[in-house]
């Protein structure tokens, strides 16, 4: 009789220099091991795909991770007087990025079903923003925000980035308003959006705004959602609040977006939200404005504990193996006429370029945001590099992996 040892489908298990980590994607239960040369035999025959999730246990069956595993229910002993051995195949995800080799035959229409992915589409109209913020530079980068880029896109080149947004799936169109010249522009342009079905977002930064800018836009024909960006310690000034007090109290269906940079900015933003009626319309977002390592480490990084409550099930592990969730789907086209993936990354084209083409240039190059995973990352070989949310553009502007407090400190 052989008995085997049998690795359920829906469990998961990586390695890192280390720890070994077994993940259950049904129950989302998880057992970060500590590596020993019995522990690697076992698992690195386990994680060996010839051997279909099923080794010959042997002699093992009592050693501590076999128990660990079977009692954590990973997997299971199997006794077979027959000699049949049991497998298990857990599906893989393959994502084809080898459009090259279609490439070189001058196939290029083979990648135009890559359009069909975009999701969001973000224009920023000018950067005519008059204002002088310090960080404005890098603030664009993290969220969605404001910018001084230079150029204004003209009537013309509204038409073509219609074609564009005719030209995909997009569920969502997003504007960024740097000042009353841009509404005019969308005034005049109101056919650039005309499927209800897409949503439509205005982000205008609290120094930009005011009520006759939110009316216009109110008064546009598609459906409009207007978003004000918020740097909360800009609500230290008493005209900031004012004016933040009465855009909640005139417009009910105007969301905040808080950014948080400092240890201050949480207490502020506790204030407003207990004096401000905000319920259900404010987004916080934590930012990086170049000296607050210490905020970001406390406020955003996840311990050991948060990390092994993070609850993913296989889908989005299959996922996370091979494209950023965060980043897939979005471009944003900014006024100098150029179309990027991520603000953190090259322009492969502008509004006069196929848009399969950008893509096809993105999915053929190292510079691709949509599919910048933690393995890529200096995440490396961490165990969790498929469990933990993906990179986002604060780690990016930090170059560093933060989602974190531990792991990746000790690889
Ligand atoms: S409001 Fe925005 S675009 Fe204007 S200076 Fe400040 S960060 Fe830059
Ligand atoms: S952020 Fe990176 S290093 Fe930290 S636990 Fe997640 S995958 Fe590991």
Same mark, same amino acid.
């Given at each position: 009789?052989?008995?085997?040892? *049998? ?9 890192? @220099? ?5 993940? $259950? ?34 002699? @093992? ?53 890559? &359009? ?8 920023? +109209? ?54 009353? @010249? ?6 005049? /342009? ?38 004000? &960006?918020? @740097?909360?310690?800009? *609500? ?12 909640? #109290? ?15 900015? &949480? ?23 170049? #000296? ?10 996840? #311990? ?5 409550? +993070? ?43 196929? +848009? ?7 999915? $053929?190059?190292?510079? /691709? ?9 200096? *995440? ?11 990179? $986002? #553009? ?9 989602? *974190? ?7």
């Amino acid at each position: 009789m052989i008995q085997y040892l *049998c690795i359920k489908p829906e469990v998961y298990i990586w390695k890192d @220099k280390k720890n070994i980590l077994f993940y $259950n994607s049904i129950t989302f239960q998880s057992v970060l091991w500590e590596r020993n040369s019995e522990s690697d035999t076992i698992v690195d025959a386990l994680l060996d795909v010839k051997n279909f999730y099923s080794i010959d246990i042997g002699d @093992k069956k009592d050693s501590d991770i076999v128990q660990e595993i079977t009692k954590k229910g990973f997997g299971v002993i199997v006794d077979t007087s027959d000699k049949l051995k049991p497998i298990t195949i857990p599906p893989v995800l393959i994502f084809s990025n080898r459009a090259e080799r279609v490439l070189s035959k001058g196939l290029l229409f083979y990648d135009a079903h890559l &359009v069909d992915y975009i999701k969001t589409i973000t224009i920023r +109209l000018s950067g005519s923003c008059r204002h002088d913020c310090t960080d404005c530079s890098s603030l664009f980068r993290q969220v969605t925000n404001c910018t001084k880029r230079s150029g204004l896109l003209t009537k013309e080149d509204l038409l073509k980035i219609r074609t564009i947004i005719h030209g995909t799936k997009a569920e969502k169109v997003q504007f960024i308003i740097s000042s009353e @010249k841009d509404v005019a522009l969308l005034e005049q /342009n109101q056919f650039i959006v005309d499927n209800s079905e897409q949503l439509v977002i205005n982000y205008i930064n609290w120094r930009n705004v005011s009520e006759e800018i939110i009316d216009r836009i109110e008064s546009l024909s598609c459906q409009q959602l207007v978003k004000i &960006v918020f @740097k909360v310690d800009a *609500c230290i000034l008493d005209d900031a609040q004012m004016l933040l007090r009465k855009l909640l #109290n005139k417009y009910k269906n105007i969301i905040v977006c808080f950014l948080l940079s400092s240890d201050e900015d &949480v207490a502020l933003y506790q204030d407003l939200e207990q004096s401000l009626d905000i319920t259900d319309r404010n987004e916080v977002h934590c930012v990086f404005n170049g #000296n607050n390592h210490h905020f970001i480490e406390t406020f955003y990084q996840m #311990n050991e504990q948060e990390l092994s409550s +993070l609850q993913c099930d296989s889908d989005s592990i299959k996922t996370n193996q091979v494209i950023n969730s965060e980043f897939w789907g979005s471009i944003y086209i900014e006024p100098d006429r150029t179309i990027c993936l991520n603000e953190n990354y090259p322009c492969f084209g502008d509004i006069d370029t196929p +848009l399969y083409e950008i893509l096809s240039k993105a999915f $053929n190059s190292n510079d /691709n945001p949509w599919l910048l995973t933690r393995k890529k990352f200096s *995440c490396g070989t961490c165990a969790y590099r498929y469990l933990c949310p993906p990179i $986002n #553009n604060l780690e990016l502007s930090m170059s560093e992996p933060f989602a *974190c407090s531990s792991y990746h400190k000790s690889l």
